[in-house]
């Protein structure tokens, strides 16, 4: 159980990311966290392996507070894999950087298993023996990826995991998301990817100007222009398709984020009825 009460933090800056949050997610749960750029995102999850410790009020993971917990003793729990992949790679070889997660975590007895499965699960194989900075952007994120998942944390949070990831991975990472979540761990995504969360179909919180904005399931936040807006966050190409039905030939739900909802709706309200 991840708790967050009243929570502000300001950077040594000056700058305030976050102001007064409160939100509980429980064991389990599947939760993107969404928001324009500089919402706070980032600072907020960073609070939850003890990255960032909070200005004001307290985070509690498993009902302990992190002020009292170091980073290491909190990786064991919460698995983070940074926004930028850059920040947490530094080994000489992508099959050592999932081997240091491992060793550092006392993981000695299956390790060569657990590093071929992380291996194999972030298509790397064919890059173990090479340096992850000879990578592309997009293959570094997933050694970074897989140097966090394969030690198998109960919680894991990911910042912006689609970002430069091709379709194929994107399938990948949602197909990973899902078994995770199947597993019953706890799976926290900032994103903006619309398209890649109505696929995941999460609770979402959104986030704007250090502040929550809204905490809901996919129908509510995505399908709602209002929320939209003020998240800057594009509709999904099929509910903007449905708004744009709507305004120029007949009224439908307004609630519409996928493509079986979309042809129901057209079946009952348009092919079905007068039009
Ligand atoms: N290290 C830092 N020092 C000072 N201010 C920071 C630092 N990191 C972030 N900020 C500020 O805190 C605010 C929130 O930043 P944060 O990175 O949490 O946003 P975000 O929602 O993750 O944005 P993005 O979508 O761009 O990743 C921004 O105004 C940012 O400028
Ligand atoms: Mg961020």
Same mark, same amino acid.
């Given at each position: 159980? +991840?708790?967050?009460? !009243? ?17 509980k997610i429980s064991d389990g749960e599947l939760v993107a966290i969404m928001g324009p750029n500089?919402?706070?995102?980032? #600072? ?17 993971? %498993? ?46 007895? !299956? ?11 972030? %298509?790397?194989?064919?890059?173990? %023996? ?24 109960? #919680? ?43 696929? @995941? ?5 959104? +986030? ?10 996919v129908q509510d936040v995505l399908a709602n222009k209002m929320i939209l807006e003020y998240s800057? &966050?594009?509709?999904?190409? @099929? ?9 120029? &030939? ?9 493509? %079986?909802?979309? @042809? ?10 007068s039009l």
């Amino acid at each position: 159980m +991840l708790e967050v009460i !009243n929570v502000s933090y300001t950077y040594p800056s000056g700058d305030t990311a976050l102001k007064n949050v409160s939100l509980k997610i429980s064991d389990g749960e599947l939760v993107a966290i969404m928001g324009p750029n500089g919402a706070g995102k980032s #600072t907020l999850v960073k609070h939850f392996n003890g990255l960032l410790k909070p200005s004001k009020g307290k985070v509690l993971v %498993d009902g302990v507070n992190t002020t009292n917990m170091t980073v290491a003793e909190l990786s064991r729990k919460v698995g983070f894999v940074f926004q930028n992949a850059d920040h947490q790679l530094f080994a000489e070889t992508v099959e050592k950087e999932i081997e240091f997660t491992l060793k550092n975590l006392g993981l000695h007895e !299956n390790l060569e298993e657990l590093k071929v499965k992380a291996l194999e699960d972030f %298509d790397l194989i064919k890059y173990r %023996d090479k340096s992850p900075f000879s990578l592309s952007g997009g293959e570094r994120k997933r050694v970074a990826l897989a140097s966090v998942l394969c030690a198998n944390p109960k #919680t894991i949070i990911l910042d912006e995991p689609t970002a430069g990831q091709d379709l194929v991975q994107k399938n990948n990472l949602l197909e990973l998301i899902r078994r995770f979540h199947s597993e019953g761990k706890t799976v926290v995504i900032v994103s903006h990817d619309v398209e890649f969360i109505v696929d @995941i179909n999460p609770r979402i919180i959104t +986030l704007v100007n250090g502040e929550i904005l809204c905490d809901g399931d996919v129908q509510d936040v995505l399908a709602n222009k209002m929320i939209l807006e003020y998240s800057s &966050l594009t509709p999904a190409q @099929i509910t903007e398709f449905a708004w744009r039905i709507c305004e120029e &030939l007949k009224p439908l739900p307004n609630n519409i984020i996928t493509v %079986d909802q979309l @042809i129901e709706a057209l079946k009952t309200h348009i092919i079905g009825g007068s039009l």
